[in-house]
């Protein structure tokens, strides 16, 4: 769910990339560069599993999950302008891959979050799996998932609260937060709670005043 909710930038990216190849190479450069941005972000995942174990930094990733979180709730201006597309093969999969790695820190932070309340034999075959289920819907289903937000907005705020939830059970679980914290499954929903109640305040409060401004 997180990495289909924040995978629709990196859809259009694909899409724009891939615009001006000949209609039979569309094909394969899609499929060519979104493996190659899967495979750099399971490795980035796999360092981030690695360095959320790090005493806060895990309060870092919860800090950045609330704003990530946030701005999914608040309307943005398109700005993928500054993609160009190639009528070459391989040089529009490089750039597939360049900018879906530029465009991946929220994926990765949001996903390897998640991950971390699994155990940790399963963190990383769960986010491969997590990935590979993505792929599909983020390659042929792009389209689909955006006009079912569009009809639905529901669909981001609950995704923009799921968010902040594990913000909450990320910091709670901080290595630098275990000696004066009490390590209990009702703390661990309470700070959830928190984080997507704040995620949502603050989100609609934003959006509210921008909404007053344009």
Same mark, same amino acid.
């Given at each position: 769910?997180?990495?289909?909710?924040?995978g629709?930038?990196? *859809?259009? =990216?694909?899409?724009?990339?891939? +615009?001006q190849?000949?209609?039979?190479? +569309? %094909?394969? #450069?899609?499929l060519? #560069?979104?493996?190659?941005?899967i495979?750099?972000? &399971?490795?980035?995942?796999a360092f981030?599993l690695?360095?959320?174990? =790090?005493?806060?930094?895990?309060?870092?990733?919860?800090?950045?999950?609330?704003?990530?979180?946030v701005?999914?709730?608040?309307?943005?201006?398109?700005?993928?302008?500054?993609?160009? !597309?190639?009528d070459?093969?391989?040089?529009?999969?490089?750039?597939? @891959?360049?900018?879906?790695?530029?465009?991946? =820190?929220?994926?990765? @932070?949001a996903?390897?979050?998640?991950?971390?309340?699994?155990?940790?034999?399963?963190?990383?075959?769960?986010?491969?799996?997590?990935?590979?289920?993505? @792929?599909?819907?983020?390659?042929?289903?792009?389209?689909? =998932?955006?006009?079912l937000?569009? +009809?639905?907005?529901?669909?981001? %705020?609950?995704?923009?609260?799921?968010?902040?939830?594990?913000?909450?059970?990320?910091?709670?679980?901080?290595? *630098?937060?275990?000696?004066?914290?009490?390590?209990?499954?009702?703390?661990?929903?309470?700070f959830?709670?928190?984080?997507?109640? %704040?995620?949502? &305040?603050? !989100?609609?409060?934003?959006?509210?005043? %921008?909404?007053?401004?344009?």
């Amino acid at each position: 769910m997180i990495d289909i909710l924040l995978g629709g930038d990196n *859809a259009v =990216v694909i899409a724009l990339a891939c +615009r001006q190849l000949p209609p039979h190479q +569309r %094909t394969k #450069g899609i499929l060519w #560069g979104t493996a190659g941005a899967i495979v750099l972000r &399971v490795i980035l995942i796999a360092f981030a599993l690695t360095l959320l174990q =790090v005493p806060f930094l895990k309060l870092v990733g919860a800090a950045l999950l609330l704003w990530i979180g946030v701005k999914l709730l608040v309307p943005q201006e398109e700005g993928h302008s500054n993609i160009q !597309g190639s009528d070459k093969l391989w040089a529009a999969v490089k750039t597939v @891959i360049v900018a879906d790695l530029v465009m991946s =820190v929220d994926n990765v @932070i949001a996903i390897a979050g998640a991950a971390t309340s699994a155990g940790s034999a399963h963190q990383l075959p769960l986010v491969i799996f997590g990935l590979l289920v993505s @792929i599909p819907i983020i390659v042929w289903g792009s389209q689909l =998932v955006l006009k079912l937000m569009d +009809r639905f907005p529901a669909i981001i %705020t609950i995704g923009g609260m799921l968010l902040g939830w594990i913000a909450g059970t990320m910091a709670h679980s901080d290595p *630098a937060t275990k000696d004066w914290l009490p390590q209990t499954q009702l703390w661990s929903y309470g700070f959830g709670i928190l984080g997507a109640v %704040t995620v949502f &305040v603050v !989100g609609m409060v934003i959006k509210n005043r %921008t909404s007053k401004a344009a």
